[in-house]
Nanobody, 120 residues
């Protein structure tokens, strides 16, 4: 059973930073595209960022470009999301996801999520 476990969420003031981590197990991590998504309160889940198997071709939602950075460490089976200059509208449950496709439309595996709350 593939397992993705997010951590690093919490409460932060606007303008602050958080670093999310997602530890993967029971999959060949280096073969998977990894993504971060979020579900703001009362809204649909939305794409945040994704990174290919070798760390290249990171992609970002327009709303987070220039503020968030996705990275991965294949030796540690972990993907990260560095979030800087946080805004109240970044408040959401953040999920990591994994898929074998180079450009996933639908991810195969999902974590349980970690709450990020940004106060104004």
């Amino acid at each position: 059973q593939v397992r993705l476990v997010e951590s690093g969420g919490g409460l932060v003031q606007a303008g602050g930073s958080l670093r999310l981590s997602c530890a993967a197990s029971r999959l060949t991590f280096s073969r998977y595209t990894m993504g971060w998504f979020r579900r703001p309160p009362g809204k649909e889940r939305e794409f945040v960022a994704a990174i290919s198997w070798n760390g290249g071709r990171p992609s970002y939602a327009d709303s987070v470009k220039g503020r968030f950075i996705i990275s991965r460490d294949n030796a540690k089976n972990t993907v990260y999301l560095q979030m800087d200059s946080l805004k109240p509208e970044d408040t959401a449950v953040y999920y990591c996801a994994a898929d074998r496709s180079a450009s996933p439309k639908f991810y195969d595996y999902w974590g349980q999520g970690t709450q990020v709350t940004v106060s104004s």
